[in-house]
């Protein structure tokens, strides 16, 4: 029985580890703008985001533990009886679904959404714990790109799709397009704030363009014999080629001038204060000085494309033309 | 074709290298050895202008690292310490990046990819992202970067290890074939049976400082005992509490 205890003690600070990185969301530019400027209006994308944040947090715990490793402790079976059983209470959302439960006792609508929830932890434990086969899935699918940068272009995508940031996007690019589907216009007002919430959501990964390389990658960078401003270059690539299909329900060109402002500023910390991300959770911005300037630079060029003239756009593709050239140098003197 | 001069590396009160001279001519494949920490790993990285001396010069096919590092990137291959792989390529992926970004043409780099996957058993596994691929495969995906744009000078730091008897020997023959190309191979390994087969020139260095430089031939004895006598004695210790009859 020791050995039991022992492991679940070791389960449980991996586990703390692993959720501390959801401080990650206190960094994020998106959730810092709807609290900030959306305060109780924003209740939607606290929603969006909960949904997004929901799935990653409902894994089984003793998925930490190498299938190979468990099978080579000696340990008996009803040790291992008792890790299944008592290893579920080490997520912290199993407490919360009793805590929900206990408080929504007689209330039958927060009972059906306790309920609706609790299905939903389930089925994301019960497919966490499942051995699932190796294959990467849409990873593999995603296309190649035109030149040399092609597969640095896909490396990228891939690592943007494995930030919680694209699926915030995506929910709120294809709510506005069930929207405008099955009901009425939207008003302009409010295809114009989408826009901003759309680019927002991705705006900090642009802060941290390099945060998900690892230090392999970090590495391989240094043994190319490419110039800085062409990692930028497919770095941007990648994050235009993730964004511009959610762009489409809303305002794609606005959207189009906006990214190119939030990736003009995003070049500065990116290469002057890396910051190391963790897959499957939110990006945590580098600053939010710079999340702030990012934000101001990224909604004054949407504004001003969506409701002036399309000439804004090329103050936007000016500034982050100079913005890869001088940062491509700089990051070319950080890996000498 | 590899040239040091006094070449050094301190961080802080440490010096890791220290005052290295070396030659390494065109063709050769130099073998460089010393105990974990001895320096080899920084020394590869100023020779291949990761890591900028702290004093002295170093040369490779006349190029100096720090002035001019995109083209000596372009002459060189490096299987580098940490491999250098990204978790989100597949193994195949690899190559054509490599192919792409040296300018080998589309066609040739899908050719060279096809037979260096087929060459070092990794068709099997060219799709799987290097993040699912044992440590072996990882080598070996490294090992066929290095290759595959057809470099001058070959730094492969440690390439035998956690591969397979029979991919070491197939690795060791693509070696020596480059070798007799032309093409330079340096060198770091702890598998030193591997080595004596291998190398034409070693060179042995002891905590930071170069003890041994030779042709394989000059060795007076067999080379794990010269190891041994230069740079490290092994001393083994009887752990008293290892046996079955020992609780």
């Not at chain 1, 593999?140 to 940068?149: Q, T």
């Not at chain 1, 943007?160 to 007002?189: G, H, K, M, N, W």
Request: glycine residues 8%; aromatic residues 10%.
């Amino acid at each position: 029985m020791a050995r039991a205890v022992a492991l679940l003690r070791a389960l449980g600070t991996a586990y703390r580890r692993d959720w501390t990185a959801l401080q990650s969301l206190a960094g994020n530019n998106f959730f810092l703008l709807t609290v900030f400027f959306l305060r109780q209006a924003g209740i939607f994308v606290y929603l969006i985001m909960g949904l997004v944040m929901f799935f990653p947090l409902s894994t089984d715990p003793l998925r930490k533990i190498p299938a190979s490793r468990m099978a080579l402790w000696p340990l008996a079976r009803r040790e291992w009886w008792l890790l299944r059983l008592a290893s579920p209470w080490i997520n912290p959302m199993t407490w919360g679904l009793v805590a929900l439960a206990a408080w929504g006792a007689g209330r039958s609508i927060t009972v059906g959404l306790w309920a609706l929830i609790a299905a939903l932890f389930a089925a994301a434990f019960l497919i966490s714990s499942l051995p699932l086969p190796r294959g990467g899935g849409m990873f593999r699918r995603v296309p190649s790109f035109p030149g040399s940068l092609d597969q640095l272009v896909r490396k990228n995508v891939r690592e943007i799709l494995s930030t919680l940031d694209f699926y915030c996007a995506a929910i709120l690019s294809v709510s506005v397009l069930a929207f405008r589907i099955f009901a009425r216009d939207l008003p302009q007002e409010a295809l114009m704030a989408m826009t901003v919430l759309v680019v927002g959501a991705l705006s900090s990964y642009a802060q941290c363009l390099f945060g998900l390389d690892g230090e392999g990658g970090l590495s391989r960078y240094r043994l190319l014999p490419v110039r800085g401003w062409q990692l930028l270059l497919a770095k941007d690539a990648a994050f235009l080629a993730a964004l511009i299909p959610l762009l489409i329900p809303v305002a794609p060109v606005a959207g189009f001038g906006g990214a190119l402002a939030v990736l003009a500023v995003g070049h500065a910390p990116s290469v002057g204060h890396p910051r190391e991300q963790t897959r499957w959770r939110f990006t945590t911005g580098a600053a939010l000085g710079n999340g702030l300037v990012q934000m101001i630079a990224m909604a004054m060029t949407i504004s001003s494309i969506f409701s002036s003239s399309l000439w804004f756009l090329a103050p936007a593709a000016g500034a982050w033309a100079v913005s890869i050239w001088w940062y491509g140098r700089e990051l070319e003197r950080a890996m000498a | 074709m590899i040239s040091c001069r006094n070449l050094t590396r301190r961080f802080g009160d440490f010096t890791a290298v220290n005052a290295l001279n070396l030659e390494v001519a065109a063709g050769a494949i130099c073998a460089f050895l010393g105990p974990n920490g001895a320096g080899k790993s920084t020394t590869v990285k100023m020779m291949t202008g990761l890591l900028a001396p702290t004093s002295g010069e170093v040369l490779v096919g006349g190029l100096n690292p720090a002035a001019n590092p995109l083209e000596l990137k372009r002459r060189i291959g490096v299987l580098p310490e940490d491999l250098g792989l990204f978790d989100d390529l597949t193994v195949e992926e690899h190559l054509l990046l490599t192919g792409d970004i040296y300018g080998v043409p589309r066609h040739e780099t899908r050719a060279r990819t096809a037979q260096l996957l087929h060459a070092l058993s990794l068709e099997h596994g060219r799709r799987t992202f290097a993040a699912a691929c044992s440590h072996g495969m990882r080598k070996k995906t490294a090992f066929a970067m290095a290759l595959l744009p057809n470099p001058q000078v070959l730094f492969l730091d440690e390439p035998f290890e956690a591969i397979d008897p029979v991919t070491a020997k197939i690795m060791r023959e693509l070696l020596q074939s480059v070798a007799r190309h032309g093409v330079t191979v340096f060198l770091t390994s702890h598998i030193l049976s591997m080595v004596e087969r291998i190398a034409t020139q070693i060179v042995m260095i002891r905590k930071g400082q170069m003890v041994w430089n030779s042709t394989v031939g000059e060795l007076p004895q067999s080379l794990e005992d010269h190891y041994f006598d230069l740079v490290e004695t092994p001393v083994v210790e009887e752990l008293e509490w290892l046996g079955p009859s020992r609780s």
